[in-house]
């Protein structure tokens, strides 16, 4: 049987390393997308990572950015992976509001972007999609139970480009049979 495949967007933060270890005890090959940046910040998977120059290795880096279309289609196209996990954002709800434009197109953007290119690369069947989601979309509510039943009422940038993701995450899941769920995450 063959081994699963998959691509994890934001593999260098505290959920994507964590969730690449699980895989990879789970005999996954993982593929991760890294952000080129002047700063190496691997800590998070130094221990996972193995040179593929000198040994195959079921842990493969790839620099890209979930904002250009293109690199990512390309990506998907290639690795043709059975599940991808989009933790890639600009999390930050105060910095979103000093670069909204920045976060929308990362955290907006790059979600529309994942799911065009399962669908442009004829993988609707073959890959299923996760899409990180966060309880800033409900806002202030003034209780201390939340659920999905609850309205949103996003307050920032930040919130505001999840509940986009969230909805065409929905929208390609019903309108083009892709599976693909939401988590809302808490913290």
């Known amino acids: ?13 505290q959920d994507g390393a964590y969730l690449a270890k699980l895989l990879l005890k789970k005999n996954y090959i993982v593929h991760g997308i890294k952000r ?4 190496i910040n691997t800590k998070r998977i130094d221990d996972i990572y193995e040179d ?3 040994k ?9 950015d979930v ?3 293109s690199n990512i289609n390309n990506l998907i196209s290639s690795i043709k992976p059975n599940e991808i996990y989009n933790l890639a954002a600009q999390s930050h709800v105060q910095v979103s509001f000093q670069t909204p434009i920045y976060t929308t197109l990362t955290n907006a953007i790059g979600t529309l972007n994942i799911l065009e290119s399962i669908k442009s690369c004829k993988l609707e069947k073959k ?3 996760y899409q990180a ?9 003034n209780s201390k139970k939340i659920s999905e039943s609850d309205r949103f009422e996003p307050l920032s940038p930040y919130a505001s480009s999840k509940l986009y ?5 929905r929208n390609y899941r019903d309108s083009y049979n892709i599976f693909a769920s939401n988590g809302i995450l808490f913290n």
């Open 56 to 64: 195959k290795s079921n842990f493969i880096l790839h620099y890209g």
């Open 133 to 141: 989601s966060t309880s800033e979309m409900f806002g202030n509510i």
């Open 52 to 54: 593929k120059n000198v």
């Open 165 to 169: 993701s969230y909805w065409v995450t």
């Open 127 to 129: 890959t299923k999609f």
């Open 36 to 39: 080129r940046t002047s700063l």
């Open 67 to 69: 904002s250009d279309g």
């Open 1 to 13: 049987m063959a081994k699963k495949i998959a691509l994890i967007t934001g593999i260098t933060g």
